[in-house]
């Protein structure tokens, strides 16, 4: 069997020369010193996600690092710190052109870290559509973008290829997520200590690890790029996880078990999260319907909303939980949309969100901005549109003419569809040959011929 420094790579043999195993728990702990993640097997996942950013000019595939929370205050950014610290050439994006990104990503890419990764994917993201498109490529090798480039305008393959960690607030788009390691991050407890993040000692210390990590693993490119691991997923999550457990069985000991255990347990975890999202949509679906039977008022009331949902046979709230569907279980579905509105808010508004939070109108424009879900509106669409038209420092009750605005606004998409089928319209009928009739008053030239 092929040894590499000494050590079997066969993850069922625990010999190992103890370097790597070694250095991926010294790294571990020093992670969780300075962010509270959501579970060891999270905080097992980045310590193997740092490593295998070290690798990448061997791998097939790079996963992203998905970092989402419902809101501010979760630890997102204090990760992305602690991140820079340790993976391969760290590059933020913040005030960097995609330009320049296009032209380091190389044979030997940097790792790039996107913070507030939902402002390039949310509704003002215009002029950030080029970085969206490299961190959609990105995953896979020989996918490279082809843009215009040069006084000659010749088109040209820029190479994607890169790892890429993304904090944002709210899940990002599927395109990302389902190519990620997905961190769902949660606000730290009062009980949960961590050790302060100060540039003076903690950069140093986790400078350290990273050159230790590139000085382990660097010289194992040839044969980890010829390792193909047994995985305990399949098809893209297979993909997705394939270089956290080449790490790990380039370490042994005790790392390729845990790391397949992982692998397969936030996988289920995410899958969890994937169905309870279809559950939610639906939920939202079906609460409008209900508005709408009822003649669309601002409000109902809980039970007879309930009333009506259990009562539809062809849904499955008459079944849901042990005895149907009941106001603490619709609370408990409902709860992380309110959040998500929130966090929308936070991110479009975010000088006007707390008057708005406690505005008595915010409840009615939750059930304003979920309708409009339902409907296939982006919420936060919807808060920038109706932004745009006056400021809300004078507003004595700002949700209440966020609702106005909303609902007095025209859909833009349906009125662009409008204004191209006029066009189009009109393109056809001017196109179209007019017949002339003759005018009695003036013969035509058949006429005067004769």
Not at 115 to 132: I, M, N, Q, S, W
Not at 159 to 180: C, E, K, N, S
């Amino acid at each position: 069997m092929r040894t590499i420094n000494g050590g079997r790579t066969d993850h069922g043999d625990r010999r190992t020369d103890s370097l790597g195993a070694d250095l991926l728990t010294e790294l571990r702990t020093a992670i969780g010193r300075y962010v509270v993640l959501p579970s060891p097997e999270v905080l097992t996942a980045v310590t193997l996600w740092v490593a295998a950013t070290h690798l990448q000019p061997a791998l097939r595939h790079v996963p992203r690092l998905a970092v989402v929370g419902p809101t501010k205050g979760c630890g997102r950014s204090r990760l992305l710190d602690v991140l820079h610290e340790t993976v391969h050439q760290p590059m933020m994006t913040v005030n960097t052109s995609p330009a320049v990104i296009f032209r380091i990503i190389g044979e030997n890419p940097p790792t790039l870290l996107v913070d507030e990764a939902d402002t390039v994917f949310g509704p003002k993201a215009g002029e950030k559509e080029d970085l969206r498109g490299l961190l959609n490529a990105g995953h896979q090798r020989n996918r490279p973008a082809w843009r215009v480039s040069g006084p000659e305008h010749k088109p040209t393959a820029f190479p994607t290829f890169a790892m890429a960690a993304l904090a944002g607030i709210g899940d990002l788009l599927d395109t990302i997520m389902d190519r990620a390691v997905v961190v769902r991050m949660k606000k730290r407890k009062g009980s949960e200590k961590i050790a302060q993040f100060r540039s003076r000692h903690s950069v140093p210390e986790l400078n350290a690890l990273r050159d230790q990590l590139s000085g382990w693993l660097v010289p194992l490119l040839d044969a980890a790029s010829r390792l193909i691991p047994s995985m305990p997923v399949e098809d893209r999550a297979a993909d997705t996880w394939e270089p956290l457990v080449i790490v790990a069985d380039l370490a042994g000991g005790e790392w390729p078990a845990l790391a397949r255990a992982v692998c397969l347990a936030m996988t289920k975890h995410q899958a969890g999260q994937d169905e309870e999202s279809t559950l939610r949509t639906r939920l939202l679906r079906d609460i409008r319907r209900v508005f709408a039977d009822h003649g669309d008022p601002e409000a109902l009331r809980t039970q007879d909303l309930l009333a009506a949902l259990v009562t539809d046979a062809e849904s499955l709230w008459p079944e849901y939980g042990k005895s149907g569907l009941n106001a603490h279980l619709l609370s408990c579905l409902l709860r992380e949309t309110v959040t998500r509105y929130e966090a929308a808010l936070r991110t479009v508004l975010p000088t006007h969100a707390d008057r708005v939070l406690t505005d008595p109108a915010w409840p009615a424009l939750t059930t304003v901005l979920h309708r409009a879900e339902t409907n296939g509106r982006r919420p936060a669409e919807l808060l920038a549109e109706a932004a745009e038209g006056r400021e809300l420092d004078t507003a004595e009750l700002p949700a209440q003419v966020l609702i106005w605005r909303i609902g007095s606004a025209p859909d833009r998409r349906k009125a662009a569809a409008t204004a191209a089928s006029t066009l189009t319209t009109a393109r056809n009928q001017s196109a179209t040959p007019t017949p002339v009739a003759s005018n009695p008053e003036f013969p035509s030239s058949r006429r005067r011929g004769r």
